[in-house]
Structure formats: C-alpha cells, structure tokens
C-alpha cells in the first residue's frame, strides 16, 4: 500500500468485503498467503479473523515454488 493510503482502513475495507462476498457465495473457506516479511498484511489478516494454516497450492506457489519457505499462509472458516 502506498504511504499516503496507510492507517485509511482501505486494506482492511477490501479484505472484509471480500469477505462478504465470499459468504454470499456461499463458500466455506477462504485461503490467502503473502510474504513472511509483511507484517502489516499478516497483523491486518490475523485482526481480521484469518488463521495461520499449512501450505496450499496458491498461484505463486504453483508458479514458483521455491518461493514457499517464503510464504505465510492463512485460511478463514466462513
């Protein structure tokens, strides 16, 4: 996020309606990952309910799995 965009409650605004959206769709869970050294992401998910959870098949793990000791992964019960 850019510097000027931080403290807004964008990102945090997004991950819940993203959220949202997802239960109007009637899923279940949802997955997300982000790098290890992203702290203000991993605090924003974790303060929005998301768990910590093992590694899944996300895209950039697909893509480029060496990238996985590199990537902390979440999931969230809907």
Known sequence: MRPKA????LARA????????A????LRNLVAD???GNAPMIRLYRAVGVE???AYGS???R?????I???QFFRMTL
């Open 6 to 9: 931080r403290g807004t409650g």
């Open 14 to 21: 997004l991950i819940e309606a993203r959220i949202a959206v």
């Open 23 to 26: 239960r109007d769709l009637g």
């Open 34 to 36: 982000t790098f290890r």
């Open 52 to 54: 910590d959870a093992p």
């Open 59 to 61: 895209a950039v793990a």
């Open 63 to 67: 893509i480029l799995p060496e990238l």
């Open 69 to 71: 000791p590199h990537l």
